[in-house]
């Protein structure tokens, strides 16, 4: 699904994208204060825990197109590793803790777009 300028409309790809590409990734002073602002921009704050993809959109995409291994009911795991960061709420402070790192991703996958990532 494309608009006449070649870029994809598909809903839930959009929203994906919303919830979970930050690239290149917002610079702050530490990783607590990056998932903070973060989950406040994008109407997330409270959610208990969450990941944002800070790669190029195409290399997320292309983990739906053949370069993911496929485990069944739409889901892939990339074959490359991805920088994320992810990021746990603490109900007793009302911060998030975050955690940078490096590794594969698992994204649900419909029509070759990622909607979905396990957290």
């Not at 921009?41 to 292309?62: A, D, M, Q, V």
């Not at 709420?89 to 803790?97: A, D, E, I, L, Q």
Request: glycine share 10%.
């Amino acid at each position: 699904m494309a608009l006449a300028s070649g870029q994809s409309w598909f809903p839930p790809f959009e929203q994906f994208l919303w919830e979970h590409w930050d690239y290149p990734k917002t610079e702050v002073s530490n990783q607590n204060t990056y998932c903070d602002m973060m989950m406040w921009n994008r109407g997330l704050y409270g959610k208990p825990k969450h990941t944002f993809i800070h790669e190029p959109i195409e290399k997320i995409i292309n983990v739906c197109r053949g370069e993911g291994k496929y485990l069944g009911d739409g889901w892939y795991q990339s074959k490359y590793f991805f920088h994320i960061t992810k990021c746990k709420f603490n109900r007793m402070s009302g911060h998030y803790t975050g955690l940078g790192m490096s590794t594969k991703i698992v994204i649900r996958c419909i029509y070759g777009f990622p909607v979905a990532i396990q957290e």
